[in-house]
């Protein structure tokens, strides 16, 4: 036999041994995905169109199984991160993050911005602000950071005046209501049910989308600028995970050209990707 055949059966049995050596250390095989579980309020078709863009982003570039636990009001998806139930959320802006930690002694970081959606004043009643009566019942969420968001509202669409450096305001903090308006304090997941009884009420955006409300029905909306940096939803982490490298994936996938792309799609002007934005 030549010696350059004999080469070359020699080299092909080598590339063969080495191919299969390869193949049974478990070479070749794509690393199993690591699975990242994110609580989230339940919401609407198009939440989940969103998550959606957000997951095949995070499977096909970073490898990473999302899996998501739906909560139904604000006082569940931190108690969830904290006790280890989940590993991030995405519910809650800067404000409610602050608050939270310091009402429960929490150390929940926020790793990356999402969007924000500008509250609204909604009503069966009346078609614009102007039209509110004397006495009218508004209803605004009782719980800290949404009511003073909404109280901020009623104060921009030039229904009362705050006191000033009001902090988190209340209905304690109101230094002039010249319709003497009755505030209604409710859960925010009932500010939306509340619309036949009451005025109008300041409804936020997710709520308003399970409820099936227009947003283009509203008769007020929040200006978006500077001020509102502190309601820009987040995701969070607990603060000794906040650098894990899967977690950071995570909030890459959300940050993505294919996220806007479905945040526009599924909610046109009613939610604004905010991790670019520039607030003047």
Partial sequence: ????????????????????????????????????????MSGSKQDDQVWKAVSKTAKEKYNLNLKFKKFTDYSQP?????????????FQHYAFLNAWNKANKTSIEAIGKTIIMPIRLYSNKVKSVKDIENGATIAVPNDATNESRALYVLKNAGLITLKSNSGLATVKSIAKNPKNLQIKELDASQTARSLSDVTAAVINGNYAQTAGINYKSAIYVEPVNKDSEQWINIIAANKKDKNKKAYKEVVKAYQSEATKKAIKDAYGTAEVPAWDIKLK
Avoid: C, H, P, R
């Fill in 78 to 90: 931190n108690k969830a991160l904290t006790s280890g139930n989940i590993d991030l959320n995405s």
């Fill in 1 to 40: 036999m030549k010696k350059s055949l004999k080469y070359i059966i020699g080299v092909i049995v080598l590339i063969v041994i080495v191919v299969a050596g390869y193949f049974s250390f478990g070479g070749g095989k794509k690393a199993e995905a690591e699975t990242v579980t994110i609580g989230i």
